[in-house]
């Protein structure tokens, strides 16, 4: 049996993506309903980390599905690379029950959408500027060859009546506006002349993951406070100090040697900061040396940890 969305791959090759097909995609289907006949995409992601060295972690879970929802999750996974992997050509349990959004009309959204997957995190982690520029191109072909316009392109938060967040770190208005940046159109389904490429991604995945590592930790930087907010800092073996103490000298450890071999200047044992101070040096560092910087800061923190016992203790004498 032909299955519907077999012009896929043609179509995505076509726009110039790099495409994989994996083996038995054409005749992949799910059996929870009638063969889609689609009018729009919705973009998602994976909720699993992924990265320029594992770029498409996914692809499996996409085919085989999960104890929960069998497969085939959705038609496409767009990888960390912006590599296309072709999932399903039939019907993709990726959308379910979907509300009206945009042009779209509510119903069954596995028979409404082609559903991309795009492998990344999306809480701590979003799209790589790669991934997010082949899901304009994918989106923008496919809607193209389906003869819909721009705004038929939906994010499943857009649609979901159960609250996804999905495409995390994806603000769908700008995306929208990115894709009808990528061509001019006479009408739906009749593409123009290109236009100029469509800018990077309002979130950076680096810049985003490290901004979440700053709020996790920001609180153990500044330390435990008085009784009247005020910072005191962590007992230790040289007295009360705040982590911030530490991070200033570990900032003036790294920068010392593109001082030309000045002396580091002396930190004095209790420094208060706010949470902007804080930030802004890290934001002072290049990325290579505000990661490894941050991770010795997390090991310090977890070092200081008390067993579950002895904070147990500590809370009934307190």
């Known amino acids: 049996m032909t299955l519907p969305l077999e012009w896929l791959a043609d179509v995505l090759r076509a726009a110039g993506l790099q495409v994989v097909e994996t083996p038995g995609w054409k005749e992949r289907t799910a059996t929870s309903g009638p063969q889609p006949s689609p009018v729009g995409v919705l973009e998602h992601h994976t909720a699993t980390p992924a990265s320029y060295e594992n770029p498409a972690p996914s692809v499996q879970l996409?085919?085989?599905?999960?104890?929960?929802?069998?497969?085939?999750?959705?038609?496409?996974?767009?990888?960390?690379?912006?590599?296309?992997?072709?999932?399903?050509?039939?019907?993709?349990?990726?959308?379910?029950?979907?509300?009206?959004?945009?042009?779209?009309?509510?119903?069954?959204?596995?028979?409404?959408?082609?559903?991309?997957?795009?492998?990344?995190?999306?809480?701590?982690?979003?799209?790589?500027?790669?991934?997010?520029?082949?899901?304009?191109?994918?989106?923008?072909?496919?809607?193209?060859?389906?003869?819909?316009p721009a705004e038929a392109a939906r994010g499943h938060k857009e649609t979901s009546v159960t609250g996804k967040i999905d495409p995390g770190h994806v603000d769908m208005d700008r995306f929208?506006?990115?894709?009808?940046?990528?061509?001019?159109?006479?009408?739906?389904?009749?593409?123009?002349?290109?236009?100029?490429?469509?800018?990077?991604?309002?979130?950076?995945?680096?810049?985003?993951?490290?901004?979440?590592?700053?709020?996790?930790?920001?609180?153990?930087?500044?330390?435990?406070?008085?009784?009247?907010?005020?910072?005191?800092?962590?007992?230790?073996?040289?007295?009360?100090?705040?982590?911030?103490?530490?991070?200033?000298?570990?900032?003036?450890?790294?920068?010392?040697?593109?001082?030309?071999?000045?002396?580091?200047?002396?930190?004095?044992?209790?420094?208060?900061?706010d949470a902007e101070a804080i930030r802004a040096a890290f934001q002072a560092l290049p990325p290579d040396q505000a990661a490894p910087l941050l991770a010795e800061l997390v090991r310090i923190q977890q070092a200081r940890q008390l067993p579950p016992e002895q904070q147990a203790q500590a809370a009934q004498q307190s």
């Not at 959204?109 to 701590?124: A, T």
């Not at 800018?199 to 406070?225: D, F, K, N, Y």
């Open 62 to 148: 996409c085919i085989d599905g999960r104890p929960d929802l069998r497969g085939p999750l959705c038609h496409g996974l767009i990888g960390f690379d912006g590599v296309v992997h072709l999932i399903a050509a039939g019907r993709a349990n990726h959308a379910g029950q979907a509300k009206a959004s945009g042009p779209n009309p509510a119903g069954d959204g596995n028979f409404l959408y082609v559903g991309f997957e795009w492998d990344y995190q999306g809480v701590e982690q979003g799209p790589s500027p790669e991934q997010y520029d082949a899901a304009l191109t994918a989106t923008s072909a496919v809607l193209a060859h389906i003869g819909r």
């Open 176 to 273: 929208r506006a990115d894709l009808s940046g990528r061509k001019n159109h006479d009408g739906p389904g009749r593409p123009g002349q290109p236009v100029a490429p469509a800018p990077p991604p309002p979130e950076q995945p680096v810049g985003s993951e490290q901004e979440a590592i700053l709020r996790r930790i920001e609180s153990e930087l500044l330390g435990p406070r008085g009784p009247k907010g005020e910072i005191v800092g962590w007992d230790t073996d040289l007295g009360p100090r705040t982590l911030v103490a530490m991070l200033v000298e570990l900032v003036n450890g790294l920068l010392g040697p593109q001082r030309g071999g000045q002396a580091a200047v002396q930190v004095p044992q209790q420094r208060s900061m």
